[in-house]
Protein backbone atom coordinates (compact mmCIF):
# COMPACT_ATOMS: atom_id res chain seq x y z
CA UNK A 1 0.00 0.00 0.00
CA UNK A 2 1.31 3.12 -0.86
CA UNK A 3 2.55 5.53 2.10
CA UNK A 4 2.46 8.86 0.54
CA UNK A 5 -0.53 9.64 -0.54
CA UNK A 6 -2.87 11.01 2.55
CA UNK A 7 -5.46 12.98 0.69
CA UNK A 8 -9.08 12.49 -1.05
CA UNK A 9 -7.80 13.20 -4.67
CA UNK A 10 -8.07 10.31 -6.39
CA UNK A 11 -5.31 8.86 -8.34
CA UNK A 12 -4.53 6.13 -10.10
CA UNK A 13 -2.75 2.87 -7.95
CA UNK A 14 -2.03 5.50 -5.42
CA UNK A 15 0.43 6.82 -7.66
CA UNK A 16 1.48 10.70 -7.69
CA UNK A 17 -0.27 12.81 -10.04
CA UNK A 18 1.81 14.80 -13.32
CA UNK A 19 0.54 17.49 -15.07
CA UNK A 20 -0.95 16.22 -18.34
CA UNK A 21 1.57 18.05 -20.07
CA UNK A 22 4.29 15.73 -18.62
CA UNK A 23 1.91 12.51 -18.26
CA UNK A 24 2.75 9.39 -20.79
CA UNK A 25 -0.70 8.27 -19.33
CA UNK A 26 -3.92 10.62 -19.44
CA UNK A 27 -6.98 9.25 -17.84
CA UNK A 28 -10.22 11.48 -18.34
CA UNK A 29 -13.13 10.49 -16.11
CA UNK A 30 -16.43 11.12 -17.84
CA UNK A 31 -19.02 11.53 -15.40
CA UNK A 32 -21.86 11.44 -18.08
CA UNK A 33 -24.93 9.53 -17.37
CA UNK A 34 -27.76 11.58 -18.89
CA UNK A 35 -28.86 9.05 -21.54
CA UNK A 36 -29.02 6.05 -19.69
CA UNK A 37 -32.25 3.91 -20.43
CA UNK A 38 -31.48 1.08 -18.03
CA UNK A 39 -29.89 1.09 -15.11
CA UNK A 40 -28.44 3.83 -13.66
CA UNK A 41 -25.19 4.95 -12.04
CA UNK A 42 -22.08 5.35 -14.85
CA UNK A 43 -21.66 8.36 -14.21
CA UNK A 44 -20.23 7.06 -10.73
CA UNK A 45 -18.11 4.43 -11.95
CA UNK A 46 -14.80 6.34 -13.19
CA UNK A 47 -13.85 7.55 -9.66
CA UNK A 48 -15.03 4.38 -8.43
CA UNK A 49 -12.45 2.25 -11.03
CA UNK A 50 -9.53 4.84 -10.08
CA UNK A 51 -9.95 3.80 -6.15
CA UNK A 52 -10.32 0.23 -6.89
CA UNK A 53 -6.83 0.44 -9.05
CA UNK A 54 -5.51 0.36 -5.08
CA UNK A 55 -6.05 -3.01 -5.13
CA UNK A 56 -4.16 -4.28 -8.13
CA UNK A 57 -0.28 -5.01 -7.74
CA UNK A 58 1.93 -2.96 -9.89
CA UNK A 59 3.40 -6.42 -11.65
CA UNK A 60 1.81 -6.91 -15.20
CA UNK A 61 1.67 -10.90 -14.52
CA UNK A 62 1.68 -11.34 -18.81
CA UNK A 63 4.14 -9.16 -19.84
CA UNK A 64 6.39 -9.51 -17.19
CA UNK A 65 6.81 -5.90 -16.35
CA UNK A 66 5.96 -3.00 -13.86
CA UNK A 67 4.28 -0.43 -16.68
CA UNK A 68 4.61 2.28 -14.07
CA UNK A 69 7.97 2.27 -12.71
CA UNK A 70 8.48 3.58 -16.58
CA UNK A 71 5.33 5.87 -16.96
CA UNK A 72 3.94 8.91 -15.42
CA UNK A 73 -0.03 9.35 -15.22
CA UNK A 74 -2.36 12.22 -15.11
CA UNK A 75 -6.01 11.93 -13.75
CA UNK A 76 -7.81 14.75 -15.38
CA UNK A 77 -10.51 16.15 -13.44
CA UNK A 78 -13.98 14.78 -13.55
CA UNK A 79 -16.13 16.33 -16.47
CA UNK A 80 -20.13 16.77 -15.79
CA UNK A 81 -20.92 18.24 -18.60
CA UNK A 82 -21.92 16.98 -21.95
CA UNK A 83 -21.10 19.86 -23.75
CA UNK A 84 -17.74 20.14 -22.03
CA UNK A 85 -16.54 16.25 -23.21
CA UNK A 86 -15.21 17.93 -26.85
CA UNK A 87 -12.70 20.43 -24.95
CA UNK A 88 -11.62 17.58 -22.06
CA UNK A 89 -8.05 17.35 -23.99
CA UNK A 90 -7.27 20.46 -24.66
CA UNK A 91 -4.02 20.98 -22.42
CA UNK A 92 -2.66 17.73 -23.97
CA UNK A 93 0.79 17.53 -25.19
CA UNK A 94 1.28 17.93 -28.93
CA UNK A 95 5.39 17.18 -28.75
CA UNK A 96 5.01 13.50 -26.75
CA UNK A 97 3.35 10.56 -27.38
CA UNK A 98 0.35 9.53 -24.71
CA UNK A 99 -2.05 7.70 -24.21
CA UNK A 100 -5.85 8.89 -23.79
CA UNK A 101 -8.23 7.00 -21.45
CA UNK A 102 -11.43 7.66 -20.79
CA UNK A 103 -13.37 6.27 -18.26
CA UNK A 104 -17.20 6.85 -18.31
CA UNK A 105 -20.19 7.43 -18.24
CA UNK A 106 -22.44 6.12 -20.67
CA UNK A 107 -21.63 5.64 -24.20
CA UNK A 108 -22.92 8.73 -25.64
CA UNK A 109 -19.26 10.19 -24.38
CA UNK A 110 -17.25 8.33 -27.62
CA UNK A 111 -18.47 10.18 -30.42
CA UNK A 112 -17.44 13.53 -28.27
CA UNK A 113 -13.80 11.90 -27.74
CA UNK A 114 -13.16 11.27 -31.19
CA UNK A 115 -14.30 14.47 -32.48
CA UNK A 116 -11.69 16.11 -29.57
CA UNK A 117 -8.89 13.38 -30.63
CA UNK A 118 -8.88 13.63 -34.41
CA UNK A 119 -10.11 15.65 -37.00
CA UNK A 120 -9.68 12.78 -39.86
CA UNK A 121 -11.02 9.15 -40.28
CA UNK A 122 -9.72 6.42 -38.43
CA UNK A 123 -11.36 2.90 -37.66
CA UNK A 124 -12.65 2.34 -34.22
CA UNK A 125 -12.55 -0.85 -32.59
CA UNK A 126 -16.49 -1.15 -31.20
CA UNK A 127 -16.02 -3.93 -28.44
CA UNK A 128 -20.31 -3.89 -27.27
CA UNK A 129 -23.00 -6.10 -26.85
CA UNK A 130 -25.08 -3.91 -28.74
CA UNK A 131 -25.18 -2.24 -32.19
CA UNK A 132 -25.85 1.24 -31.14
CA UNK A 133 -26.74 2.17 -34.77
CA UNK A 134 -29.73 4.11 -33.89
CA UNK A 135 -30.21 7.45 -35.96
CA UNK A 136 -31.66 8.32 -32.21
CA UNK A 137 -33.40 7.03 -29.11
CA UNK A 138 -36.35 8.25 -27.04
CA UNK A 139 -36.01 10.99 -28.94
CA UNK A 140 -31.65 11.31 -28.32
CA UNK A 141 -29.69 11.75 -31.01
CA UNK A 142 -26.65 11.75 -28.28
CA UNK A 143 -28.08 8.67 -26.94
CA UNK A 144 -26.00 5.80 -25.51
CA UNK A 145 -28.00 3.70 -28.51
CA UNK A 146 -26.42 6.03 -31.28
CA UNK A 147 -22.88 6.02 -31.06
CA UNK A 148 -21.82 3.66 -33.72
CA UNK A 149 -24.18 6.04 -35.92
CA UNK A 150 -22.51 8.88 -35.13
CA UNK A 151 -18.73 7.86 -35.31
CA UNK A 152 -19.82 6.70 -39.20
CA UNK A 153 -21.31 10.11 -39.37
CA UNK A 154 -17.63 11.46 -38.50
CA UNK A 155 -16.41 9.42 -40.85
CA UNK A 156 -14.79 6.44 -39.45
CA UNK A 157 -14.75 2.58 -40.12
CA UNK A 158 -16.29 0.87 -37.16
CA UNK A 159 -15.25 -2.84 -36.49
CA UNK A 160 -17.65 -4.61 -34.12
CA UNK A 161 -17.16 -6.83 -31.66
CA UNK A 162 -19.37 -8.79 -29.43
CA UNK A 163 -22.80 -8.20 -30.53
CA UNK A 164 -25.38 -9.79 -29.45
CA UNK A 165 -28.57 -7.69 -29.29
CA UNK A 166 -29.70 -5.09 -31.86
CA UNK A 167 -32.69 -3.72 -34.32
CA UNK A 168 -33.71 -4.95 -37.52
CA UNK A 169 -32.84 -1.73 -39.21
CA UNK A 170 -29.34 -1.86 -37.02
CA UNK A 171 -28.79 -5.59 -38.75
CA UNK A 172 -29.52 -4.30 -42.31
CA UNK A 173 -27.32 -1.93 -41.82
CA UNK A 174 -24.48 -3.86 -40.57
CA UNK A 175 -25.28 -6.06 -43.49
CA UNK A 176 -24.97 -3.16 -46.44
CA UNK A 177 -22.44 -0.45 -44.79
CA UNK A 178 -18.98 -1.18 -46.12
CA UNK A 179 -17.46 1.01 -43.46
CA UNK A 180 -19.08 -1.63 -40.91
CA UNK A 181 -17.33 -5.05 -39.95
CA UNK A 182 -18.97 -6.72 -37.18
CA UNK A 183 -18.04 -10.04 -35.44
CA UNK A 184 -21.06 -11.20 -33.65
CA UNK A 185 -21.03 -12.92 -30.39
CA UNK A 186 -22.28 -16.24 -31.12
CA UNK A 187 -19.47 -16.58 -33.82
CA UNK A 188 -17.13 -16.00 -30.93
CA UNK A 189 -18.08 -19.50 -30.02
CA UNK A 190 -15.94 -20.59 -32.46
CA UNK A 191 -12.07 -20.65 -32.14
CA UNK A 192 -11.21 -20.43 -35.77
CA UNK A 193 -13.51 -17.12 -35.85
CA UNK A 194 -11.87 -16.03 -32.72
CA UNK A 195 -8.29 -16.09 -34.28
CA UNK A 196 -9.82 -14.32 -37.51
CA UNK A 197 -10.83 -11.26 -35.44
CA UNK A 198 -7.48 -11.09 -33.61
CA UNK A 199 -5.57 -11.17 -37.10
CA UNK A 200 -8.30 -9.06 -38.36
CA UNK A 201 -7.22 -6.46 -35.26
CA UNK A 202 -3.40 -6.96 -35.96
CA UNK A 203 -3.54 -6.11 -38.92
CA UNK A 204 -5.56 -2.64 -38.48
CA UNK A 205 -3.48 -0.01 -40.37
CA UNK A 206 -3.70 3.71 -39.34
CA UNK A 207 -5.49 5.81 -36.88
CA UNK A 208 -7.67 3.88 -34.22
CA UNK A 209 -9.58 4.48 -31.65
CA UNK A 210 -10.70 1.42 -29.11
CA UNK A 211 -13.76 1.55 -27.36
CA UNK A 212 -14.96 -0.96 -24.45
CA UNK A 213 -18.49 -0.74 -23.54
CA UNK A 214 -18.15 -3.51 -20.30
CA UNK A 215 -21.77 -4.85 -21.74
CA UNK A 216 -19.69 -7.09 -24.04
CA UNK A 217 -18.26 -9.35 -21.33
CA UNK A 218 -20.44 -11.82 -20.26
CA UNK A 219 -22.11 -10.90 -16.92
CA UNK A 220 -20.40 -13.78 -15.13
CA UNK A 221 -17.60 -11.28 -15.19
CA UNK A 222 -19.35 -8.11 -14.90
CA UNK A 223 -22.61 -7.91 -13.75
CA UNK A 224 -23.29 -4.70 -13.54
CA UNK A 225 -24.06 -2.43 -16.33
CA UNK A 226 -26.17 -0.37 -18.39
CA UNK A 227 -28.11 -2.56 -20.31
CA UNK A 228 -26.55 -6.05 -19.66
CA UNK A 229 -27.04 -9.08 -22.09
CA UNK A 230 -26.52 -13.06 -21.92
CA UNK A 231 -23.68 -14.00 -23.50
CA UNK A 232 -20.53 -12.19 -23.90
CA UNK A 233 -16.84 -12.48 -23.94
CA UNK A 234 -14.20 -12.94 -21.40
CA UNK A 235 -11.69 -11.83 -19.98
CA UNK A 236 -9.09 -13.24 -21.27
CA UNK A 237 -10.61 -12.77 -25.06
CA UNK A 238 -10.46 -9.45 -24.08
CA UNK A 239 -6.87 -9.05 -23.52
CA UNK A 240 -6.21 -11.15 -26.34
CA UNK A 241 -7.84 -8.27 -28.19
CA UNK A 242 -5.79 -5.80 -26.45
CA UNK A 243 -2.20 -7.53 -27.41
CA UNK A 244 -3.44 -8.11 -30.60
CA UNK A 245 -4.82 -4.21 -31.18
CA UNK A 246 -1.76 -2.56 -28.87
CA UNK A 247 1.48 -5.05 -29.96
CA UNK A 248 0.23 -3.99 -33.89
CA UNK A 249 2.91 -1.78 -35.00
CA UNK A 250 0.69 -0.63 -38.05
CA UNK A 251 -1.77 0.69 -35.90
CA UNK A 252 -1.64 4.24 -34.19
CA UNK A 253 -4.00 4.16 -31.16
CA UNK A 254 -5.07 7.72 -31.18
CA UNK A 255 -7.21 6.72 -27.65
CA UNK A 256 -9.43 4.64 -25.46
CA UNK A 257 -12.46 4.57 -23.74
CA UNK A 258 -14.30 2.26 -21.44
CA UNK A 259 -17.92 2.76 -20.53
CA UNK A 260 -21.40 1.90 -19.32
CA UNK A 261 -19.84 0.16 -16.07
CA UNK A 262 -22.45 0.43 -12.93
CA UNK A 263 -20.64 0.51 -9.54
CA UNK A 264 -22.30 -2.37 -7.66
CA UNK A 265 -21.76 -3.56 -3.47
CA UNK A 266 -19.82 -6.83 -4.47
CA UNK A 267 -16.98 -4.70 -6.33
CA UNK A 268 -17.06 -7.77 -9.15
CA UNK A 269 -17.36 -5.22 -11.92
CA UNK A 270 -15.16 -2.34 -10.60
CA UNK A 271 -12.48 -4.54 -9.89
CA UNK A 272 -12.71 -6.06 -13.24
CA UNK A 273 -12.49 -2.74 -15.18
CA UNK A 274 -9.45 -1.50 -13.11
CA UNK A 275 -7.28 -4.94 -13.88
CA UNK A 276 -8.76 -4.23 -17.55
CA UNK A 277 -7.65 -0.43 -17.47
CA UNK A 278 -4.52 -1.83 -15.93
CA UNK A 279 -3.93 -4.35 -19.01
CA UNK A 280 -4.82 -1.49 -21.05
CA UNK A 281 -1.60 1.09 -19.74
CA UNK A 282 0.33 -2.63 -19.53
CA UNK A 283 0.16 -3.29 -23.28
CA UNK A 284 0.40 -0.08 -24.38
CA UNK A 285 3.79 0.92 -22.35
CA UNK A 286 4.75 -2.54 -24.32
CA UNK A 287 3.81 -1.23 -27.98
CA UNK A 288 5.98 1.80 -26.99
CA UNK A 289 9.10 0.28 -25.56
CA UNK A 290 8.64 1.70 -22.01
CA UNK A 291 9.97 -1.88 -20.31
CA UNK A 292 13.31 -1.23 -21.87
CA UNK A 293 13.36 2.18 -20.33
CA UNK A 294 15.00 3.96 -17.69
CA UNK A 295 12.71 3.30 -14.32
CA UNK A 296 11.39 7.08 -13.48
CA UNK A 297 7.95 6.35 -13.52
CA UNK A 298 5.33 7.51 -10.67
CA UNK A 299 6.33 3.52 -9.00
CA UNK A 300 9.69 5.32 -8.16
CA UNK A 301 8.39 8.16 -6.10
CA UNK A 302 6.63 5.95 -3.65
CA UNK A 303 6.81 3.93 -0.71
CA UNK A 304 5.24 0.44 -0.94
CA UNK A 305 5.01 -2.75 0.23
Known sequence: ????????????????????????????????????????????????????????????????????????????????????????????????????????????????????????????????????????????????????????????KVFMVGIRSMFETEALRIKEDKNITCFMDRALRSEAVREEVLESIASLEGDVYLSIDMDVFNPAYVPSVGTPQAGGIDYYFGTDILEALFLNSSANIVGVDMVELIPEESKVSQLFAAKFLQKIISYWGKSQGFDTKEQTGAQMQVKYE
Not at 72 to 93: G, L, M
Not at 126 to 141: K, M, W
Open 1 to 156: MNETNNNNTIEYQELPNTSMQDADIVINRVCWGGSVSGKVGTEDAPDVILIETEQMEYYDEDLEYSPMKHMQVHVAESIHEFDKIKTSFSARSRDKKQLFVSLGGDHSITPQLTLALVDKPMTVLFLDAHADLRRSYLGDVNSHATPAFQLLKQGH
